[in-house]
């Protein structure tokens, strides 16, 4: 046996090896575990990078095609270390944050201000002080009353001749994806952002009145509109709806007051695979697609192009992290079919990976300490958890003699893993450990019962 790529929906560098462990970028799985201990999350940094530069290129191709430019901002809260913000820094990516934290962390791995986005929904006095402060270069602002808060932290902030606050104004377009479709409605039911949809009695959208709110002041500068459709997106149709929704909404804006915005922002949700046979959104299709949904959109309404911005995540980071547990019980269980699963318990479990049991995502899974001869059987990975939901990944082959002690990894795991991470019942995160060109190095280090302990401040 030679060494051989696992293939989607693992990183490029994971590689079967001769004797039958796995490699990533070069490091056994054996010897990450020795070094690092199990659960540990591994990231490829060459794989990440590779993806981030994918990702720019195909935009800046695509963009420059159709005669304008755009901004490639990685939307940190899928997986922020400062390692993390560093590479796609370097790459020439943006950063967005979502939170104090994150901006926090962007800031410390040393991304410019100019070069980072605040987002949320019900950002705190302190946070957008703090925005303020790094001087971000936009601040998305998301209700009216965010607008005419903004507008008083800065006039307290800087003084009535101070430079005004860049704000993009987030709407809510009326498409939703995510998997495989995307729905497009003209009312929205959800908490983020203002509506396209008339007002009550017909009268200006929550949207628009937002943007001529942003324009009232002279506190901030109105930079342009953002939309964020969805996440795990794999039909891009839902992308040129919502340019062509957002660029109509740019031109009611010009009719009304003659200003013309510069930019506009289509948000991330860039799908990918997960499991073997899934089809991930290809960059160069994509960006094609959306540079001439903009450019069509334009030119129907007779406006000029404006530049463009993407918020990618999950798709930079999701493939190249994988997690690697360590095998403990297992137990076959017989189904009320005769068929029968063998449940496979793993060191960690939902406090690591949230979302199988938030939203039934499904992962794949491997043992990658060893190959086997003995037939595959059907099996159901699970946590250490007292929850039987506790399920990290819901139906896979894995060997029939699979054991205590296997190494199992699960992929895909890059993205929403760590940072959706908790301490249900008082684990310790796993860290994150990078590995590069051979070599591994820990980005963020595993929890102890000591940091559980220094939080637990009383002792009566
Ligand atoms: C979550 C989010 C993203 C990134 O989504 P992915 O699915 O990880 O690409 C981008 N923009 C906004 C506003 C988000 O909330």
């Given amino acids: 046996m030679t060494a051989e790529p696992l293939g989607v929906p693992w990183s490029s560098g994971v590689v079967r090896g001769a004797d039958g462990a796995v490699r990533v970028a070069g490091v056994d799985v054996r010897d990450l575990a020795a070094t690092h201990g199990t659960p540990a999350y591994v990231v490829d940094e060459a794989d990440v990078r590779a993806r981030a530069r994918a990702y720019r290129t195909a935009f800046e191709t695509a963009c420059a095609q159709v005669g304008t430019g755009v901004d490639v901002y990685y939307a940190g809260k899928a997986l922020l270390t400062r390692a993390v913000a560093r590479w796609v820094h370097d790459e020439g990516l943006r950063v967005d944050t979502a939170s104090g ?20 929904n019900n ?27 903004l507008a008083a932290l800065v006039r307290e902030h800087r003084g009535p001749a101070g430079a005004p606050a860049p704000v993009m104004v987030r709407v ?27 007002g009550p009695d017909g009268g200006d959208s929550p949207a628009l009145a937002a943007l001529l709110r942003v324009l009232d002041h002279p506190e901030l500068h109105l930079l342009g509109i953002h939309s964020h459709i969805g996440s795990q997106i794999l039909d891009p149709s839902g992308f040129a709806v919502a340019a062509h929704r957002v660029l109509a909404l740019r031109a009611a804006l010009r009719e009304r007051t003659g200003v013309l915005v510069d930019e506009v922002d289509l948000g991330g949700g860039y ?37 463009l911005s993407i918020e990618p995540g999950r798709a930079i980071v999701g493939p190249p992290g994988l997690t690697l547990y360590t095998v403990g019980t297992v137990k076959p269980v017989r189904l009320d079919d005769g068929r029968v699963r063998t449940y496979v318990s793993v060191d960690g479990g939902m406090s690591d990976n949230i979302r199988p049991a938030l939203y039934g995502a499904q992962y794949h899974a491997a043992i990658v300490s060893r190959v086997s001869d003995v037939a595959p059987v ?3 990975v699970v946590g250490k958890h ?12 894995l060997p029939g003699d699979v054991r205590a002690g296997d190494l199992l990894a699960v992929a895909a795991t890059g993205a929403y893993g760590r940072s959706m991470a908790s301490n249900y019942n008082l684990l310790t995160r796993p860290p994150v450990v990078a590995v590069t060109a051979g070599e591994s ?12 302990l220094a939080l637990d401040v009383a002792a009566t």
């Fill in 271 to 307: 799908g990918i695979a997960y499991l073997p046979h899934e089809v991930p959104l290809d960059p160069d299709r994509i960006a094609k697609e959306v540079a001439q949904a903009v450019a069509d959109a334009a030119r129907e309404l007779g406006t000029p192009l404006p530049r």
């Fill in 441 to 452: 190095r820990v980005l963020v280090r595993r929890e102890t019962v000591e940091d559980l």
């Fill in 123 to 149: 950002k705190s006095d302190d946070e957008l002080r703090a925005a303020l402060d790094a001087g971000v270069g936009r601040i998305i602002v998301d209700s009216l009353v965010e607008v005419d808060r």
């Fill in 386 to 397: 007292c929850e039987s939901g506790d399920i990290v990944v819901h139906e896979v082959q």
């Fill in 378 to 380: 059907l099996a159901r």
């Fill in 172 to 198: 809510t377009t009326g498409v939703h994806a995510g998997g495989h479709e995307f729905i497009s409605t003209a009312h929205e039911d959800q908490k983020f952002g203002l509506s396209l949809a008339a």
């Fill in 101 to 120: 934290g994150e901006l926090a962390v962007a800031l410390a791995a040393g991304v410019p201000g100019a070069h980072l986005g605040l987002h949320g």
